[in-house]
């Protein structure tokens, strides 16, 4: 697990937690009614965690507020009130996946609250053994409840679209947008944080041998073509958490923590065989083959500009020998 999906799960488990006591601060507020019918506001926190598409933290805030609930027994009531929170957590996710709702706030949060109230309203109805008062106390909490939370998520609306349009510009500032993958600023913001969390790295440079005869011979267009097919054949070979970036025209880097020498090398001719195989298509259909040299050095994180300047020898060095061939620091070399 890398650093920011720890630093991900720690803080939506801390979301959670704080949401499911806030649901049993709510539950302690309720009012009795015909002494048996007990009215409070937990799910205006499910809701509110709904609405910002929270799963981890509406899941773990829904479990502590169902154990708090069976804290005073288990009865009829108790039952009722668990199967209610069940049904609101299902509700919520399934809305999720309606399409017409994806990019409409205000249909999303209306269709929550509405879900919501009609299981609260209905749980309580039924708490109260189907009675004219039990009817009387679903009507009043529904009455009270979902211009209560549509104010919250409406409230909650410009903070989201900010938060969502923060995140869009980040996106956007640190991504080729040719390629889809991370840009020059993003390689360099990315090895820092590598430097951070790993002791060792493998830094791969990348070059499209005679790129520039393809830009002449079929134009532009075609060239960027190829550089999106090529693109995603680094997406297919290399994992998830490898950094993948365009960092000049037909240059690309590479940064792959945590593997030895050997088995770096192993990824680097698995790419370059990978691209000399690969049928890249024109924008007419036409096929075309390419091949492409790498650079690549090894070393400990912490000198990983060092790496930069020593992986970008070697990718001279191959392009030297005659392109089409891996070389890495060290003397180690593949050749086709």
């Known amino acids: 697990m890398n650093y920011d999906t720890k630093h991900e799960g720690v803080k939506n488990m801390l979301i959670g937690l704080l949401s499911g006591c806030l649901g049993i601060f709510l539950i302690t507020q309720g009012v009795v009614v015909e002494e048996v019918i007990k009215i409070d506001f937990r799910f205006l926190v499910l809701i509110l965690l709904g609405f910002y598409r929270l799963v981890s933290p509406l899941i773990i805030a829904a ?8 804290s005073y027994g288990i009865d009829f009531q108790s039952i ?8 609101i957590v299902i509700g919520i996710l399934i809305t999720y996946n309606i399409a017409s709702l994806e990019n409409q706030l205000f249909r999303f949060s209306l269709t929550l609250n509405m879900l919501a109230c009609s299981i609260v309203g209905l749980s309580i109805y039924t708490s109260g053994a189907f009675s004219e008062s039990a009817a009387h106390a679903a009507l009043l909490i529904v009455m009270i409840s979902f211009p209560v939370g549509m104010l919250i998520t409406l409230l909650n609306v410009d903070l989201y679209l900010i938060n969502h349009r923060v995140k869009e510009y980040k996106i956007s500032a640190e991504t080729d947008h040719l390629t889809g993958l991370a840009n020059r600023r993003a390689w360099e913001i990315q090895m820092k944080k590598i430097k951070e969390r790993y002791d060792t790295c493998n830094v791969l440079i990348l070059d499209i041998d005679y790129f520039k005869q393809i830009n002449d011979q079929y134009g532009h267009s075609n060239g960027d073509e190829i550089l999106k097919q090529f693109a995603q054949l680094l997406h297919r070979e290399t994992r998830d958490h490898d950094i993948k970036a365009r960092i000049g025209g037909e240059e690309f880097g590479i940064l792959i923590p945590m593997l030895s020498q050997g ?14 195989k690969h049928e890249f298509k024109l924008l007419n259909q036409q096929v075309i083959n390419i091949s492409v040299s790498i650079g690549i050095a090894n070393g400990k994180s912490e000198h990983l500009l060092e790496m930069i300047h020593l992986a970008d020898d070697c990718l001279y060095h191959a392009k030297n020998q005659g392109r089409n061939r891996t070389h890495i620091h060290g003397g180690v070399e593949y050749v086709q």
């Open 80 to 87: 009722v009130a668990f199967i209610c929170l069940v049904l």
């Open 263 to 276: 088995e770096v090398m192993k990824v680097a001719e698995r790419i370059r065989n990978s691209i000399s």
């Open 63 to 70: 479990t502590i507020i169902a154990a708090y609930r069976f």
